[in-house]
């Protein structure tokens, strides 16, 4: 694909979507911007729907006429089953379908590092290949990896091209020693997601979302094989980093995070999601 694209983004009213949205426009790309949230804080030139993905006749309307959906919507966190399933899943099969029905060619789908949480870190030195077969961490893990099979599906029995980013840690900087390795910087982000709009019929791909990090131990293969080319390293963090372990002994490696990738998301009390209305509680 060439020149700037009609982009439909789910999940437009949360953190990735802001992340991602102002590069995007640099870049050319037009943008309907979809959630079921108020979308009153993005810049003019982006066209806003509100509806949820799961709302299928409204979610039609609003992809239509686009060139590649990104779907970034989803519960970001571990929840209950039930909600995992009819948001993340139901939700990620909905985007498929209307592609499908709307004739639009590719779609890019948010997936995780939880979707194969349980992979061993490696020995230094070696890397974990984008394309590893997934072992969720999670119930929110498992809807990732489902995301990604329904992804394939959709690619080889109606020809979508579809990308599936594994997202590491997405946060402004490296929060502890583990994102020392997984960190992905929102800079990168914007790259990454860029990099899977432009690739020339990728098919089906998995690909790390995840910066140039010295000491990651992600590869870095499913990236370069689409032009994603990552400026960001997380050791420039490193020293400040050590001196906050020194007070702050969350900021060292657990034990899960010295054994999986997916970190403190395979112990028996992963992060969970906080659905909107109870923060507002709280």
């Not at 037009?30 to 066209?47: F, G, K, Q």
């Amino acid at each position: 694909m060439t020149g700037g694209l009609r982009v439909a983004l789910t999940g437009a009213a949360g953190s990735l979507a802001a992340d991602v949205i102002p590069g995007l426009l640099e870049r050319g790309h037009r943008i309907t911007a979809i959630d079921e949230r108020p979308l009153s804080a993005l810049p003019e030139e982006v066209r806003t729907v509100e509806c949820s993905i799961t709302d299928r006749e409204e979610l039609a309307a609003a992809v239509a006429s686009s060139d590649v959906i990104v779907h970034l919507a989803g519960i970001p966190l571990e929840a209950p089953w039930q909600d995992i399933l009819a948001v993340n899943v139901d939700g990620t099969q909905a985007i498929l379908e209307a592609a499908r029905i709307e004739g639009i060619s590719r779609v890019v789908l948010a997936s995780s590092i939880h979707a194969a949480g349980f992979v061993p870190v490696p020995p230094e030195g070696e890397f974990v290949p984008d394309d590893v077969a997934a072992r969720p961490d999670t119930f929110y893990g498992a809807s990732k990896a489902m995301l990604e099979s329904l992804g394939a599906l959709y690619n080889d029995r109606h020809g979508i091209d579809v990308v599936c980013l594994r997202i590491a840690s997405r946060f402004p900087r490296p929060m502890d020693e583990r994102m020392l390795s997984t960190w992905l910087s929102p800079d990168d982000a914007t790259r990454l997601v860029h990099a899977s709009l432009m690739i020339s019929r990728p098919g089906y791909r998995l690909v790390w979302g995840v910066s140039a990090n010295s000491a990651g131990y992600l590869s870095p293969r499913g990236g370069r094989a689409i032009g994603y080319e990552p400026q960001d390293d997380a050791a420039v963090y490193a020293s400040a980093l050590a001196e906050r372990s020194a007070h702050d002994q969350t900021i060292g490696l657990s034990e899960w995070e010295r054994r999986f990738i997916g970190g403190e998301f395979c112990s028996a009390e992963p992060p969970r999601f906080i659905p909107f209305a109870e923060r507002e509680q709280s």
